[in-house]
């Protein structure tokens, strides 16, 4: 089933399209788990790097 047009009838929208913009108001992953896994894969380098 295609998604609703832009601009479309709140009236007239599929009761499933709004559940899906309602739960797209906050970001997918959260910014301190993407700086945290950066830092551990940078801690990671720096140790295999002391290792050789």
Do not use: F
Not at 15 to 31: C, H, I, K, M, T
Not at 32 to 50: H, N, P, R
């Amino acid at each position: 089933m295609a998604a609703d047009p832009p601009g479309t009838d709140p009236a007239d929208q599929n009761p499933r399209e709004r559940d899906l913009q309602r739960r797209s108001d906050g970001p997918a992953v959260s910014p301190w788990l993407i700086i945290g896994l950066i830092l551990m894969a940078g801690a990671l380098v720096y140790a295999v790097s002391a290792l050789l």
